[in-house]
């Protein structure tokens, strides 16, 4: 069983910061991708920032600049720093991995809200 653990999550005012965390635990032999998607209310889920085994990382246009996502493969954990955080930013986001075997795994969501 694979378990993703997000963390980080809060109310901040517009031009914070945050930073997410995910923790990824359980029987998985080796990950390949892993991102942060968001949803924000009555909108569809879409992919904030991912970042392949080999470092290589992809953005939404819209947090290009004010995002960064990293991880550490040692801890198979994935983080999200949020500057310059926007009230359009806020969403519950979502940690995903992709396994070395092609299987996905979500977290249950950490809720993000920026006031302005």
């Known amino acids: 069983q694979v378990q993703l653990v997000e963390s980080g999550g809060g109310l901040v005012q517009a031009g914070g910061s945050l930073r997410l965390s995910c923790v990824v635990s359980g029987n998985i032999f080796s990950i390949n991708t892993m991102g942060w998607y968001r949803q924000a209310p009555g909108k569809q889920r879409e992919l904030a920032a991912q970042i392949t085994d080999s470092d290589n990382t992809r953005y939404l246009d819209s947090v290009k600049g004010r995002f960064t996502i990293s991880r550490d493969n040692a801890k198979n954990t994935v983080y999200l720093q949020m500057n310059s955080l926007k009230p359009e930013d806020t969403a519950v986001y979502y940690c995903?991995?992709?396994?070395?075997?092609?299987?996905?795994?979500w977290g249950k969501g950490t809720l993000v809200t920026v006031s302005s």
């Open positions: 995903r991995i992709t396994s070395s075997a092609g299987v996905y795994y």
